[in-house]
């Protein structure tokens, strides 16, 4: 019974503990080079080996005592988050085991043993977007599994492929699928990391799994699920080099950070906008992969974890305040009542925009940086630009509606930030927010990149940031005088802020024409062609023949008589 009540404690303190290991261990086989592998051998079949591997390089470490470090602190934020529900037990153990799926994701070199952690994500994400059982989140549940499901069936189909080099191993085998034949193994592997890092044409699950609870909002949109694609695309980089799918990757990637910055802009639930800038930043991380640069991916992925968990957990915070209202029309002027949260939803905002100095800073200029360096097309590079510029537009909107301005609260209810649990929860990643990357820069580049641009391209990430918060302002005002300007052009507005009618064409559309379908198939097969010739067919047509065989083993004299009879005639016409 003591567990149950300190569960959050005592799970807190085991996840920091093993970030702390792990991300000691990582340090030293950075610094040493080595990389550690366990192997079991499970079954042999002639030349093929089903075996059970763990990998332990400074990759997988690092990355596991980033996500450790976020679970240990959204476990204990938990603790006063959910204390009220009635499945708080449940929701811990829920969280525990997509935690742990992360992991056996992460050190897993084995196509066949990472589905252990692929589909453990993909079954325990679904438990934990169904947990406040109401109708939205069923179908936000059942939106967010079968469009992961498309990836999990790609993986599937890749293991089949590979099966042909005699191992699942893709760290040892990497240098065989560079060949060009292997061009739809590698299709295969981006399908299923763009749809569990929901990249166009699987963007409309993220936002819709914004039914589940903040904080696993906080875990999944920082470190685990949405990221588990982005790792997978590191760890096979090296098959991808000089490879068709990496001009395919990169266009789709940039189109994604483009529509999640615009629909962004429209958006007025304070967690689809949080969920719509993690979508913007999977683009960039998948963007800077798709041009040859995995390590500064994965830069990019631990420190925009750090931020993004702490973006999450303010705005947990606030909407527990405001009386449970996701409005962010129906907040304003926070910062007099809430000064610490708003400063930490500050710091994690301003990281997010790549304010100089803060995690964010460090990946992202880097980033763009070598981007601008890079032989890209013009319409990725004006998609990078303009996706920057959205970034700051409406960080600038969520901070004017919600943090500052007048207060829109229809009544004053007892705001404030003095939950002990949910603020100390958050002070290591808010310290963690404003010095990581640059820990982090330390110890992943040691040695700096050469960046070489002219004047005007270094500065064009400060100056498209300046315009995106200066637009951002001035919409804002606009906003406020001009109410309904918007409807001037309605249609424009509407397919900007409804991701392209990406979530109609998931759901709607293909549900639709499914049931339509599904309809005539019914009343022409099930109960149709299929009835006559199938079940109820062979039923009666089994039932004649039986009834006749019935009648032959009666041992009646009349049957005997007549088959002899019939046996002579069929002798007779043979014979003669």
């Known amino acids: 019974m003591v567990w149950m009540i300190y569960m959050h404690k005592i799970s807190m303190l085991g996840l920091w503990a093993g970030s702390l290991v792990c991300g000691t261990v990582s340090l030293m086989k950075l610094f040493s080079g080595v990389t550690s592998v366990i192997e079991w051998d499970l079954a042999s079949l002639n030349s093929l080996s089903v075996v059970f591997v763990l990998i332990f390089d400074w990759i997988s470490m690092l990355f596991l005592c980033f996500v450790l470090l976020i679970s240990g602190s959204v ?49 325990v994400s679904y438990a934990l977007v169904i947990f406040y059982q109401n109708e939205k989140s069923a179908n936000a549940g059942m939106l967010t599994i079968l469009s992961n499901r498309v990836g999990d069936v790609a993986i599937l189909l890749s293991i089949g492929l590979m099966a042909s080099l005699g191992s699942w191993n893709f760290v040892i085998y990497s240098y065989y699928i560079m060949d060009t034949e292997w061009i739809l193994f590698k299709f295969l592997l981006m399908l299923s990391a763009m749809t569990k890092s929901a990249q166009i044409p699987f963007s409309a699950w993220l936002p819709a799994a914004m039914a589940a609870p903040t904080p696993v909002s906080a875990l999944v949109h920082s470190s685990t699920l949405v990221t588990a694609g982005v790792y997978l695309m590191i760890r096979f980089s090296g098959a991808l080099e000089g490879s068709k799918i990496q001009g395919m990757l990169l266009i789709i990637s940039c189109l994604t950070m483009f529509m999640a910055g615009l629909g962004a802009n429209f958006e007025y639930d304070l967690k689809k906008i949080i969920a719509l800038s993690t979508l913007s930043q999977l683009g960039v991380m ?198 309904l300007k918007s409807i001037n052009n309605y249609k424009m507005v509407v397919m900007s802020g409804s991701m392209w009618f990406m979530p109609f064409l998931s759901t709607k559309k293909i549900s639709g024409s499914s049931l339509i379908s599904g309809v005539g198939v019914e009343k022409l097969g099930d109960k149709g062609w299929f009835e006559y010739f199938g079940g109820q067919g062979m039923y009666f047509l089994f039932k004649k023949y039986f009834s006749l065989l019935n009648e032959l083993q009666l041992n009646n004299i009349k049957v005997f008589m007549k088959i002899f009879v019939v046996g002579l005639v069929i002798m007779l016409f043979v014979f003669v």
């Open 286 to 483: 998948l963007s800077i992969l798709a041009l040859g640069y995995p390590d500064l991916s994965f830069f990019h992925l631990l420190s925009h974890a750090l931020f993004k968990a702490l973006l999450f957990m303010c705005a947990g915070i606030i909407i527990h305040s405001v009386g449970n209202y996701q409005d962010i029309r129906c907040m304003g002027g926070l910062i007099k009542f809430m000064p610490l949260s708003v400063s930490f939803m500050s710091v994690s905002n301003l990281a997010l925009c790549g304010f100089p100095f803060l995690a964010g800073f460090y990946s992202k200029d880097m980033i763009l940086e070598v981007a601008f360096m890079s032989w890209i097309n013009f319409i990725s590079l004006l998609l990078y630009i303009l996706a920057t510029g959205l970034t700051v537009m409406y960080t600038m909107r969520l901070i004017f509606y919600s943090l500052s301005g007048n207060s829109n609260l229809s009544v004053m209810m007892n705001i404030s930030d003095e939950d002990k649990i949910m603020s100390n929860s958050m002070i290591l990643l808010g310290v963690s927010a404003i010095f990581m990357g640059a820990v982090l820069s330390w110890v992943i580049f040691p040695e700096p990149y050469m960046i070489c641009l002219n004047v005007m391209m270094k500065n064009m990430v400060l100056g498209v940031s300046l315009a995106g918060g200066v637009m951002g302002y001035m919409f804002n005002l606009l906003n406020v005088s001009y109410n």
């Open 75 to 123: 476990m204990y934020y938990s603790g006063s988050y959910m204390k009220e529900d009635k499945n708080f037990n449940r929701f811990m153990y829920l969280v525990l085991m997509f935690v742990l799926s992360m992991a056996m994701m992460v050190l897993s070199p084995n196509l066949v043993s990472i589905l252990l952690g692929w589909d453990g994500l993909g079954l």
